[in-house]
C-alpha cells in the first residue's frame, strides 16, 4: 500500500487494524484467526488480504512506522544536530506524534505487548531497539536506560488515561524535561555565574570580532547577562573559524580539530557545565594506538598498560620513563624548571630512546617537528603532561563533530534575543571616539562599550596598525604559527581497520582512522581517515618549501599505501591542505602568547594564540571564558559609557 493512500481507504483500513487488536487484547493473539477478524469487521476475505498478509502483518503496523522514523533520524548528518539534548528529544517526539495519531491503535497495541510479555516482566523488543539507536548518539547505557523508561512509562500513562484526548506529546515533553534536569545535576555543580548576583541591570555594548571557537564562546557566556547586549562580528560566511565543520558526498569533514585532549580535565565539561551544552564524546581506543619506527609497529606509551607493552624502550628504560610520568604526576619533574624541552634533555642521563619518546611526545601533542619540540618552554610541557597523565580520558572525539557545540553556542545567542551574528561582515577598522569604540565594516560603523578580538593574533595587530594601541601589541607581531599538511580521505568502504591511530616517528606524521572512534561521521560502510604532517618552517626560499612538501605529500601516500592497501580506489572525497594553521602562536620559548589584556590598550584578547589553560581549543576556550568573566564582573560594578 502506497503512501498515498486515500482517506476513505485508509479510514477503512485503520478500522480493520483495530477490530482486528481489539480482538487480540480480549482473547490473545493466538486464539484469533484472520476469519474471526473478517467476520468481526464485517468486510470480505479479499478486502482483508488487499491491506494485510497476514495477521502478524497487522502487529508490525505501527511498529514498522516507528523503525522508520528511527531509522531517519538515525542518518540525520551530524552539522544538523543543534544539540544532544534535543536531538534525541525530538526522536522521541516523532515518534510519539506518529503514535498519537492512532490512539485507539496505539493503547490495544500497548495493551497487547504488556500481555504477551508475561504481564510486563519483559520489555518489548521495540523498546531495546530504540535503546540501541540511541546508543549511536549518547553512548551512556545508564542515561539510555533512563530516557527510555521515561519513554515508555509516559505512553504506558498516556494509555491507560481516562481521558481520550490526553496529548501525549506534551506529557512527554514535560517528562524528558524533568529527566534531562535530573541527568545535568548528576555532573557537579559550578562557581560560574557572577552575574546572578548582581542587582542592577546595566547596558552594555559589546562587538566580538572573529566567530571561532573564542568569540562563540565568549559571546554565550556574555549572552546570558540581561544587561549586556552585542554583535558577533566573523568575516567568512559561517561560524566556527578554524573548528568549521562541513559535509561532502555524505561524509563530515572538519576543516581541523578533532581530538579533546584529557576532556574530563579540559575546559570543555566547564563550558558544558556553565552554558548547559549538551554532548557526547568517544574515547579512541587506546590499545589501538600505534607508534611506527623503523618500519615497527608498537603500542604508544599512552598508559601503564601500553607502556608495558611497548617495544619503544627496553624493561630498564620503561621503568626510568614510569618514574618521569610519576614525577610529572605530582609535580615534582626538573622538567619544569629548564627554560626548554632541548636544555632539559641535554642535561639528563636518560638514554637515547628515552629522550627520543620524550621528543615524539611533544611533537604529536603540539603538532610540531621534533626541532621545535625542543624548543617548547620546560614549564609548559610539564603542566600539560601533568594534566594529561591525571586524566581518565586522554583522547576524545565530540560525537557528530565540533557542529554540535558551535550549534549550540550560536543557539544560545538567539535564544537571548540580545546578539546579533554578522556573518561576511569582517571589521576593518577601529577608533575611539566620545568615549565609545567606533568600529568599521564595509558597510557600516557602530559604536560599543567593550570590544573583543577573537582572532588569531597576527590579524589583531594588522587590524590596530595605524592606531594609538599599535605600540602595544608590536611585541606580538613576530609570533610565528603551527601548521601543518592535512591529508583528508572519505573512502566509500572500510578498506582496513588496523588501528585508530598511528604516527609515524620517522617522518613525523599520523592517520587517524577517525571512523573507527565516530562513526556518525561517514554514509553507512564508509571510512573517514585524517592525516597529518608537521611541518618545518625554515627554508632558504619558496623553491625548498615546495620540494619539502611535495615530499611530504609523497611520504603521506606511502604511509596510507601501508597501513590502507587499496585506498585509493575507494576514494569518495579528498582534501588536501598544504597549510592549515593549527595554533595561531606555535608555543616555543621565543614566541609569546597575548595576554587577555594588554598595558595602555582597552581590549580583550582570546584565542588560541592567547594566554589561557591547555594548548590548541582548549586555549581558545580557556581564554574566551576568562575574558567573558572580566567583562561580566565590570558590568557588575562600573556604569556604563564611562
Ligand atoms: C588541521 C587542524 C587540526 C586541529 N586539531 C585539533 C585537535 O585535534 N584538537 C584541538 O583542540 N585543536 C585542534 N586544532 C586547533 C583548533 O582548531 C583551533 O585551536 C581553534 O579552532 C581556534 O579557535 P579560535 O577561535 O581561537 O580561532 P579561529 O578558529 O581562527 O577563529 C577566528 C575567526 O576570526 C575571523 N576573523 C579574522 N579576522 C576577522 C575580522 N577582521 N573581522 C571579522 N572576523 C575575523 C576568522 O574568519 C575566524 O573565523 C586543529 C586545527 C587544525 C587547522
Given at each position: 500500500?502506497?503512501?498515498?493512500m486515500?482517506?476513505?481507504?485508509?479510514?477503512?483500513r485503520?478500522?480493520?487494524?483495530?477490530?482486528?487488536?481489539?480482538?487480540?487484547?480480549?482473547?490473545?493473539?493466538?486464539?484469533?484467526?484472520?476469519d474471526d477478524?473478517i467476520?468481526?469487521?464485517?468486510?470480505?476475505?479479499?478486502t482483508?488480504?488487499?491491506?494485510?498478509?497476514?495477521?502478524e502483518?497487522?502487529?508490525?503496523?505501527?511498529?514498522?512506522?516507528?523503525?522508520?522514523?528511527?531509522e531517519a533520524?538515525?542518518?540525520?548528518?551530524?552539522?544538523?544536530?543543534t544539540?544532544l539534548?534535543s536531538?534525541i528529544?525530538r526522536?522521541f517526539?516523532?515518534?510519539?506524534s506518529?503514535i498519537?495519531?492512532?490512539?485507539?491503535l496505539?493503547r490495544?497495541i500497548?495493551?497487547?505487548?504488556?500481555q504477551?510479555?508475561?504481564?510486563?516482566?519483559?520489555?518489548?523488543r521495540e523498546?531495546?531497539?530504540?535503546?540501541?539507536?540511541?546508543?549511536h548518539?549518547?553512548?551512556?547505557?545508564?542515561k539510555?536506560?533512563?530516557l527510555?523508561?521515561?519513554?515508555?512509562?509516559?505512553?504506558?500513562a498516556?494509555c491507560?488515561?481516562?481521558q481520550?484526548d490526553?496529548?501525549l506529546?506534551?506529557m512527554l515533553?514535560s517528562?524528558?524535561?524533568w529527566a534531562?534536569a535530573g541527568?545535568?545535576?548528576?555532573q557537579?555543580?559550578s562557581?560560574?555565574?557572577?552575574?546572578r548576583?548582581?542587582?542592577e541591570v546595566t547596558?552594555?555594548?559589546v562587538?566580538?570580532i572573529?566567530?571561532?571557537?573564542a568569540?562563540?564562546?565568549?559571546?554565550a557566556y556574555?549572552?546570558?547577562?540581561?544587561?549586556?547586549?552585542?554583535i558577533l562580528?566573523?568575516?567568512s560566511?559561517?561560524?566556527g573559524?578554524?573548528?568549521?565543520?562541513?559535509?561532502?558526498?555524505?561524509f563530515?569533514?572538519?576543516?581541523?580539530a578533532?581530538?579533546?585532549?584529557?576532556?574530563?580535565?579540559?575546559?570543555?565539561?566547564?563550558?558544558?557545565?556553565?552554558l548547559?551544552?549538551s554532548?557526547?564524546?568517544?574515547?579512541v581506543?587506546?590499545?589501538?594506538?600505534?607508534?611506527a619506527?623503523?618500519?615497527?609497529?608498537?603500542?604508544?606509551?599512552l598508559?601503564?598498560?601500553?607502556l608495558?607493552k611497548t617495544?619503544l624502550?627496553?624493561?630498564?628504560?620503561?621503568?626510568r620513563?614510569v618514574?618521569?610520568?610519576?614525577a610529572?604526576?605530582?609535580?615534582?619533574?626538573?622538567?619544569?624548571?629548564?627554560?626548554?624541552l632541548?636544555?632539559?634533555?641535554?642535561?639528563?642521563?636518560?638514554?637515547?630512546?628515552v629522550?627520543e619518546?620524550?621528543?615524539?611526545?611533544?611533537?604529536?601533542?603540539?603538532?610540531?617537528t621534533?626541532?621545535?619540540?625542543?624548543?617548547?618552554?620546560?614549564?609548559?610541557?610539564?603542566?600539560?603532561?601533568?594534566?594529561?597523565?591525571?586524566?581518565?580520558?586522554?583522547?576524545?572525539?565530540?560525537?557528530?563533530?565540533?557542529?554540535?557545540?558551535?550549534n549550540?553556542?550560536?543557539q544560545?545567542l538567539?535564544?537571548?534575543g540580545?546578539?546579533?551574528?554578522?556573518?561576511?561582515?569582517?571589521?576593518?577598522g577601529?577608533?575611539?571616539?566620545?568615549?565609545k569604540?567606533?568600529?568599521?565594516?564595509?558597510?557600516?560603523?557602530?559604536?560599543?562599550?567593550?570590544?573583543?578580538?577573537?582572532?588569531?593574533?597576527q590579524?589583531v595587530?594588522?587590524?590596530?596598525k595605524?592606531?594609538a594601541?599599535?605600540?602595544?601589541v608590536a611585541?606580538?607581531e613576530g609570533?610565528t604559527?603551527?601548521e601543518?599538511?592535512?591529508?583528508?580521505?572519505?573512502?566509500?568502504?572500510v578498506?582496513a581497520?588496523?588501528?585508530s591511530?598511528?604516527?609515524?616517528?620517522?617522518?613525523?606524521?599520523?592517520?587517524?582512522d577517525?571512523?573507527?572512534?565516530?562513526?556518525?561521521?561517514?554514509?553507512?560502510?564508509?571510512?573517514?581517515?585524517?592525516?597529518?604532517?608537521?611541518l618545518s618552517?625554515?627554508?632558504?626560499?619558496?623553491?625548498?618549501?615546495?620540494?619539502?612538501?611535495?615530499?611530504?605529500?609523497?611520504?603521506m601516500?606511502?604511509?596510507?599505501?601501508?597501513?590502507?592497501?587499496?585506498?585509493r580506489e575507494?576514494v569518495?572525497?579528498k582534501?588536501?591542505?598544504?597549510?592549515?594553521?593549527?595554533?595561531?602562536?606555535?608555543?616555543?620559548?621565543?614566541?609569546?602568547?597575548?595576554?587577555?589584556r594588554?598595558?595602555?590598550?582597552p581590549?580583550?584578547?582570546?584565542?588560541d594564540?592567547?594566554v589561557?589553560?591547555?594548548?590548541?581549543?582548549?586555549r581558545?576556550?580557556?581564554s574566551?571564558?576568562?575574558?567573558?568573566?572580566m567583562?561580566?564582573?565590570?558590568a557588575?560594578?562600573?556604569?556604563?559609557?564611562?
Amino acid at each position: 500500500m502506497g503512501p498515498f493512500m486515500r482517506a476513505t481507504t485508509r479510514k477503512k483500513r485503520d478500522t480493520v487494524l483495530e477490530t482486528a487488536l481489539q480482538m487480540f487484547v480480549e482473547r490473545g493473539f493466538e486464539q484469533v484467526s484472520v476469519d474471526d477478524i473478517i467476520a468481526r469487521a464485517n468486510i470480505s476475505k479479499g478486502t482483508f488480504y488487499h491491506y494485510f498478509n497476514s495477521k502478524e502483518d497487522i502487529l508490525d503496523e505501527v511498529g514498522g512506522r516507528q523503525r522508520r522514523i528511527i531509522e531517519a533520524w538515525l542518518k540525520q548528518p551530524p552539522s544538523q544536530v543543534t544539540s544532544l539534548e534535543s536531538h534525541i528529544n525530538r526522536l522521541f517526539i516523532d515518534l510519539a506524534s506518529n503514535i498519537s495519531r492512532y490512539p485507539k491503535l496505539a493503547r490495544s497495541i500497548m495493551f497487547l505487548s504488556l500481555q504477551q510479555g508475561e504481564g510486563g516482566s519483559r520489555r518489548p523488543r521495540e523498546l531495546d531497539a530504540l535503546a540501541e539507536s540511541l546508543l549511536h548518539w549518547l553512548p551512556d547505557e545508564r542515561k539510555v536506560e533512563l530516557l527510555v523508561t521515561v519513554y515508555a512509562g509516559t505512553l504506558l500513562a498516556w494509555c491507560t488515561h481516562g481521558q481520550e484526548d490526553a496529548d501525549l506529546t506534551e506529557m512527554l515533553k514535560s517528562n524528558l524535561g524533568w529527566a534531562w534536569a535530573g541527568l545535568r545535576a548528576d555532573q557537579p555543580g559550578s562557581d560560574w555565574e557572577p552575574w546572578r548576583t548582581m542587582k542592577e541591570v546595566t547596558t552594555m555594548k559589546v562587538a566580538i570580532i572573529g566567530g571561532g571557537l573564542a568569540g562563540l564562546t565568549a559571546a554565550a557566556y556574555l549572552s546570558e547577562h540581561p544587561g549586556i547586549e552585542g554583535i558577533l562580528f566573523e568575516r567568512s560566511p559561517q561560524l566556527g573559524g578554524r573548528a568549521f565543520t562541513y559535509e561532502k558526498a555524505g561524509f563530515t569533514l572538519n576543516y581541523g580539530a578533532h581530538a579533546i585532549y584529557g576532556i574530563d580535565r579540559h575546559t570543555i565539561s566547564n563550558l558544558e557545565r556553565e552554558l548547559g551544552l549538551s554532548f557526547s564524546s568517544k574515547q579512541v581506543d587506546k590499545r589501538r594506538v600505534m607508534y611506527a619506527k623503523h618500519g615497527q609497529l608498537t603500542e604508544a606509551p599512552l598508559d601503564f598498560i601500553n607502556l608495558m607493552k611497548t617495544e619503544l624502550l627496553s624493561t630498564m628504560q620503561k621503568v626510568r620513563f614510569v618514574g618521569e610520568i610519576t614525577a610529572i604526576i605530582a609535580n615534582i619533574h626538573q622538567l619544569k624548571n629548564y627554560p626548554t624541552l632541548g636544555d632539559y634533555l641535554a642535561e639528563s642521563n636518560a638514554d637515547e630512546d628515552v629522550k627520543e619518546l620524550w621528543e615524539h611526545l611533544v611533537c604529536s601533542n603540539f603538532f610540531i617537528t621534533p626541532e621545535e619540540a625542543r624548543k617548547v618552554p620546560g614549564h609548559v610541557i610539564s603542566d600539560y603532561y601533568h594534566n594529561l597523565f591525571l586524566s581518565s580520558r586522554p583522547v576524545n572525539y565530540i560525537l557528530g563533530s565540533w557542529a554540535v557545540i558551535t550549534n549550540q553556542l550560536r543557539q544560545k545567542l538567539a535564544v537571548s534575543g540580545r546578539w546579533e551574528v554578522a556573518l561576511q561582515e569582517g571589521v576593518d577598522g577601529i577608533r575611539y571616539a566620545d568615549r565609545k569604540f567606533v568600529l568599521q565594516t564595509k558597510t557600516r560603523e557602530l559604536e560599543f562599550d567593550r570590544v573583543v578580538f577573537a582572532m588569531p593574533v597576527q590579524q589583531v595587530v594588522k587590524l590596530l596598525k595605524g592606531t594609538a594601541w599599535e605600540p602595544f601589541v608590536a611585541p606580538y607581531e613576530g609570533n610565528t604559527a603551527t601548521e601543518v599538511m592535512v591529508y583528508d580521505v572519505g573512502l566509500e568502504r572500510v578498506v582496513a581497520r588496523p588501528f585508530s591511530y598511528i604516527s609515524d616517528m620517522d617522518n613525523k606524521m599520523f592517520i587517524t582512522d577517525v571512523s573507527a572512534t565516530d562513526h556518525t561521521l561517514v554514509p553507512e560502510g564508509g571510512q573517514l581517515l585524517q592525516g597529518i604532517a608537521y611541518l618545518s618552517d625554515n627554508f632558504e626560499g619558496e623553491q625548498e618549501r615546495k620540494a619539502y612538501l611535495e615530499q611530504k605529500t609523497a611520504q603521506m601516500e606511502a604511509l596510507f599505501d601501508t597501513h590502507y592497501p587499496g585506498w585509493r580506489e575507494a576514494v569518495a572525497v579528498k582534501r588536501v591542505s598544504k597549510k592549515a594553521m593549527v595554533a595561531s602562536v606555535k608555543n616555543i620559548a621565543s614566541n609569546a602568547l597575548l595576554p587577555n589584556r594588554v598595558e595602555n590598550v582597552p581590549f580583550y584578547f582570546c584565542g588560541d594564540g592567547c594566554v589561557g589553560k591547555g594548548e590548541l581549543a582548549e586555549r581558545a576556550f580557556s581564554s574566551a571564558r576568562s575574558v567573558a568573566k572580566m567583562i561580566l564582573q565590570e558590568a557588575a560594578k562600573v556604569p556604563v559609557g564611562v
